[in-house]
Nanobody
Framework: VPLVESGGGLAPAGGSLRLSCAAS????????VGWFRQAPGKEREWVGT????????DYADSVKGRFTISRNNAKNTVHLQMTSLEPEDTAVYFC?????????????????WGQGTQVTVAS
C-alpha cells in the first residue's frame, strides 16, 4: 500500500487533530496530494490539495481557514492540520496522489489512495 494515513481519533468540537499521510514506494515529490473525506451515508468529498513542492494549497470552502495541508518531500509525508473542528467534520479521511493540479477536486484523477483514518468530532 503506497499511502498510509494516521492521526485520526476522537476530538471535541473546537478541538484540533493532525493527520499524516506517509508514502512508500513513490517518488512523492512527483505528485500533488489531496485529502478527501467520507461521512456516513454521504459521498466522498474533496477537502484540499497541496502542490508538488508544497508552495500552493487549495481547500474546500467548508474547511477553508480551519484546515492546513503541509508536506515534507524529504520524509515522504503530508499533514492535514485540522483546527476549530465541528461535528460536521466527522468522517473517514483519505489521502491520495495525482499528477494533475488543474483537476485537483476530481477524485477520479487520483491514482493511489490510502485506507483512510476515522475522525470523530463530539458535539
Amino acid at each position: 500500500v503506497p499511502l498510509v494515513e494516521s492521526g485520526g481519533g476522537l476530538a471535541p468540537a473546537g478541538g484540533s487533530l493532525r493527520l499524516s499521510c506517509a508514502a512508500s514506494g513513490l517518488t512523492f515529490s512527483r505528485f500533488v496530494v489531496g485529502w478527501f473525506r467520507q461521512a456516513p451515508g454521504k459521498e466522498r468529498e474533496w477537502v484540499g490539495t497541496i502542490s508538488w513542492s508544497g508552495t500552493v494549497t487549495d481547500y474546500a470552502d467548508s474547511v477553508k481557514g480551519r484546515f492546513t495541508i503541509s508536506r515534507n518531500n524529504a520524509k515522504n509525508t503530508v499533514h492535514l492540520q485540522m483546527t476549530s473542528l465541528e461535528p460536521e467534520d466527522t468522517a473517514v479521511y483519505f489521502c491520495a496522489t495525482s499528477s494533475s493540479w488543474s483537476s485537483r477536486v476530481d477524485q477520479t484523477k487520483y491514482d493511489s489512495w490510502g485506507q483512510g483514518t476515522q475522525v470523530t468530532v463530539a458535539s
